[in-house]
């Protein structure tokens, strides 16, 4: 079984690296860049295929250590 | 003062704080790795700055989850100080310590100056070797220092005097909220802040304004 797990900042929170790649995308002559937000791609390959019990040992590794919840989202995708 | 350092791989300012210990408190700290089953008895345990685990995940994310930091829980839950300067500030908030979050400084640069400090709380035992709103003199080195924290956090931190330090005469060098440079747990036995007082303590350095953290933690302490 294989799982994405997407961090992004959430809402609010200042992001001056997506600010700087969306100041790069500018100046590289890219029309209509309204906005871009940095965020991390983690790839897990998991053992077993219960997909319920991945998903709520996969919400856990994320707010225990793949997140800061504090200022981080995370979404989870599972697939076969 | 019986202290103890807590030593990661990729710490580099841990024998600037060994050094600085030792020569303020007149006791070299125990040195405590970060795979060590147990922390000594003392009166204070310091992680010190650097690049513990190479900065992967965020930083001070991967050293805030060793089973050290347990014990470091512990002890702080039981009224020990804690002191985190830098790489320790961003380990102790990783490690749900101290509140917030240590953001990539505003400027996406590595910043090593020196800066001006405000003490901004000089009422606890780390700070009353200052007066309050004394304005010191103190290095800086990170990349991200960029204090953030919701505004109900935020609030709680101000109303409660619970900011040690914050950057003073427009040398913020990170953008972090409220210029906030350190910060103390509720009870005001754990302090986090990015600048680095055991850089400045002795004509060596061209100064000794950090020593008085150290020096006023020695007069309570046995």
């Not at chain 2, 001006?116 to 304005?135: H, P, S």
Request: net charge neutral; with cysteine.
């Amino acid at each position: 079984m294989k799982a994405r797990v997407t961090v992004t900042l959430k809402a609010g929170v200042l992001d001056p690296q997506g600010q700087a790649i969306e100041g790069s995308l500018k100046g590289l002559g890219f029309p209509g860049v309204a906005s871009v937000r940095q965020g991390k791609v983690f790839d897990l390959v998991l053992e077993g295929t219960d997909v319920e019990a991945a998903r709520s040992q996969l919400t856990s590794m994320c707010e225990k250590l793949l997140a800061n919840t504090v200022i981080e989202n995370f979404a989870i995708e599972i697939s076969n | 003062m019986k202290s103890a350092v807590i030593v990661f791989p990729g710490l580099n300012r841990d024998r600037d704080m060994i050094a600085a210990l030792t020569k303020i408190s007149g006791t070299a700290p125990a040195l405590v790795w970060h795979q060590d089953a147990d922390l000594p008895d003392v009166d204070l345990v310091v992680i010190p700055g650097g690049f513990s685990y190479g900065d992967y995940l965020r930083c001070g994310a991967i050293a805030a989850r060793s089973p050290i930091m347990d014990k470091v829980r512990d002890r702080a839950a039981n009224g020990v100080k804690v002191l985190g300067v830098c790489n320790g500030f961003q380990i102790l908030i990783e490690a749900g310590l101290l509140p917030g979050a240590l953001m990539r400084n505003m400027s996406l640069k590595f910043v090593c100056r020196e800066v001006k400090l405000e003490v901004a709380n000089a009422a606890t035992d780390f700070t009353r070797g200052y007066t309050q709103g004394q304005i010191i003199r103190c290095p800086v080195a990170h990349h991200d220092g960029n204090y953030f924290a919701d505004s109900e956090t935020l609030a709680r931190l101000e109303g409660d005097g619970r900011v040690a330090f914050r950057y003073a005469e427009g040398t913020n060098p990170n953008g972090s909220i409220n210029d906030i440079a350190g910060i103390f747990n509720e009870k005001k036995n754990v302090l986090g802040l990015m600048p680095h007082p055991e850089n400045l303590i002795e004509a060596a350095h061209g100064g000794s304004d950090g020593r008085a953290l150290f020096s006023g933690l020695l007069g309570q302490a046995a």
